[in-house]
Structures are given as structure tokens and as C-alpha cells.
């Protein structure tokens, strides 16, 4: 039986629309994996922005593990990370997708050696969050409002990270003065600069 004229003009617009609409998936997952690998990644380390408030530094290595294994297991499947702050340092085991620096990171830069980060701690931003009772800002529905993001933006108390990755030695948190002196100590390129600094 042969198709008819109008028949086979539905068909052709049906799949038309079925090519149009894989190109639009297609170009989708692209633009995410263009995002995810060339923006987020650091070597090893990873940017993870599940939302606007939790931006932290994870490791991208090692395997993944729970906070109720044994000591050796953390040792066997973790990476041997050392936080290193003035003469202190603490070796930690840290598993694939494990924080090495909370949130908030609100800047971060690398070259094949360093990795520099400007980290607004919530913990300080979230004594401000009393002032938004006494401020009675409410939704639609009756809720009180945080403006989280309004107080991250608009927070000028910041914490600086010095990360050698070779190494995995974490340097820091440092005030501004103290990150300036730390890069030169440890040889940072001139050229690698996190925003505030250009």
C-alpha cells in the first residue's frame, strides 16, 4: 500500500521535529559538559555548586567513602591531604567529592602548580540572618525571607587558600596581608591572581 502525498509531509514534519528536538538535547549536554569540565575542574580538584549558597572546593580523586569507615579504610581510598597554617599542619584523608574548602568560594584560579581561592565563610554571614527577624521580610504565603545570596554578595569578610597540588598541601586561611606574603614565600607567578588582586 502506498503512502499518500499528505502522509508522507506528516511523516517528514515528524521527524523533522524528533531531529530538531535530539539537536536541542545534544546541544544541552554539550553546554554542560563544556561547563562542568572546563570551568569547574582544577586538576584534581573540583568547584561543586549543588545551589547559590554551597559552592566548596572538592577533591576529584581518590575513591568515594562514608564518614563511618575505619581509619585504614579512609588511609586506603582516601588522598593524603595536608593543611598547613602558620607552624601548625593536620593530614587529613580526604575521598572523591569530600570538601577540602566550605562554602562559600567566591573566586578561584589555578595554573599547573597552584590553586588560589577566596573563600566568604558562611559561618560569618550567618549572624546576620537574626537582623532579617527584626527586619520581618515575608513572602507571599506568610514565610520569612533570607536574602542568602544578598548577604554572600554583600559580605566583605573573606579567607584565602593556597593550594600546591602536587603536593596536596593546603595553605591557609589566611587574612589578605597574610595570603600576599604566603604566595611570594611559596613562588605563586606573578601572573596568577585572583580577582581582587587585578
Do not use: C
Amino acid at each position: 500500500m502506498a503512502l499518500t502525498e499528505k502522509t508522507k509531509k506528516i511523516i517528514k514534519t515528524i521527524l523533522l521535529i524528533y531531529s530538531a528536538i535530539l539537536l536541542i538535547i545534544l546541544s544541552l549536554y554539550l553546554i554542560q559538559i563544556y561547563y562542568f569540565e572546563k570551568l569547574d575542574r582544577f586538576d584534581g580538584y573540583r568547584i561543586w555548586e549543588p545551589n547559590y549558597l554551597d559552592r566548596s572546593l572538592r577533591m576529584d580523586r581518590g575513591d568515594y567513602f562514608h564518614p563511618d569507615e575505619t581509619y585504614e579504610d579512609e588511609r586506603r581510598k582516601g588522598i593524603k591531604v595536608t593543611y598547613i597554617r602558620n607552624n601548625d599542619s593536620s593530614v587529613n584523608f580526604i575521598g572523591k567529592d569530600m570538601s577540602l574548602i566550605d562554602e562559600y568560594i567566591d573566586d578561584a584560579v589555578d595554573n599547573k602548580e597552584f590553586i588560589l581561592v577566596d573563600q566568604k565563610p558562611l559561618d560569618s554571614i550567618f549572624g546576620k540572618i537574626e537582623e532579617q527577624y527584626i527586619n520581618d521580610k515575608i513572602d507571599h504565603v506568610g514565610r520569612k525571607i533570607f536574602p542568602m545570596k544578598e548577604l554572600i554578595n554583600e559580605s566583605n569578610i573573606h579567607q584565602y587558600w593556597i593550594i600546591r597540588k602536587k603536593l596536596d598541601y593546603v595553605y591557609g586561611p589566611f587574612r589578605k596581608e597574610e595570603y600576599i606574603l604566603k604566595k611570594k614565600e611559596l613562588g605563586v607567578p606573578d601572573n596568577l591572581k585572583l580577582k581582587f588582586e587585578k
